[in-house]
């Protein structure tokens, strides 16, 4: 399973471990988080969705200290997601931190800063910026990576 980020603009990102949303810098993000018919505003570190694969790295870190039960296993089709650091204030919220989106479902980001960055695997340089008022749409890619083990083509 793989991870796809696609912009209201026609621009995706397909990673292989996670996608991150988040402010370019240190500073917080903020955006409206849509989960089915749940919708917040927050303001936090940024947003990891990840892969079974990547469940047992970036993902894997981020579950510690909550309560969500097991991260999907590195052959699932669902995803986990956290929000990092998510910051309660009269304005945002911290309702909706951490899930897992199973086939069909997807979580929705409006950007509400000067602009985010999207990237996938860790990959800072291959980003995708966002500005203020774009949307994000992250769910199971529409495509999986198959991997061929010689031995099984009688090769070695």
Same mark, same amino acid.
């Given at each position: 399973?793989?991870? &796809?980020?696609?912009? @209201? @603009?026609? &621009?995706?990102?397909?990673? /292989?471990?996670?996608?991150?949303?988040?402010?370019?810098?240190?500073? $917080?993000? &903020?955006?409206?988080?849509?989960?089915? $018919?749940?919708?917040? &505003?927050?303001?936090? $570190?940024?947003?990891?969705?990840?892969?079974?694969? =990547?469940?047992?790295?970036? =993902?894997?870190? /981020?579950?510690? =200290?909550?309560?969500?039960?097991?991260?999907?296993?590195?052959?699932?089709?669902?995803?986990?997601?956290?929000?990092?650091?998510?910051?309660? $204030?009269?304005?945002?919220?911290?309702?909706?931190?951490? =899930?897992? /989106?199973?086939?069909?479902?997807?979580?929705?980001?409006?950007?509400?800063?000067?602009?985010?960055?999207?990237?996938? @695997?860790?990959?800072?340089?291959?980003? /995708?910026?966002?500005?203020?008022?774009?949307?994000?749409?992250?769910?199971?890619?529409?495509?999986?990576?198959?991997?061929?083990?010689?031995? @099984?083509?009688?090769?070695?």
């Amino acid at each position: 399973t793989m991870v &796809r980020a696609a912009a @209201d @603009d026609s &621009r995706t990102l397909t990673a /292989l471990n996670e996608v991150f949303v988040g402010h370019p810098s240190h500073q $917080s993000a &903020r955006y409206e988080l849509s989960l089915g $018919s749940h919708v917040e &505003r927050q303001s936090s $570190s940024g947003v990891v969705v990840s892969t079974g694969t =990547g469940a047992t790295g970036w =993902g894997a870190s /981020l579950k510690r =200290g909550r309560h969500m039960g097991d991260l999907p296993a590195p052959t699932s089709r669902s995803l986990a997601w956290f929000v990092r650091e998510a910051w309660p $204030s009269p304005f945002t919220g911290v309702d909706y931190t951490e =899930g897992i /989106l199973d086939e069909g479902e997807e979580l929705s980001l409006v950007v509400g800063s000067e602009s985010l960055v999207l990237f996938g @695997d860790g990959m800072e340089s291959d980003r /995708l910026t966002l500005t203020w008022g774009q949307s994000v749409r992250v769910s199971r890619a529409p495509r999986a990576l198959a991997l061929v083990d010689p031995a @099984d083509l009688g090769e070695e």
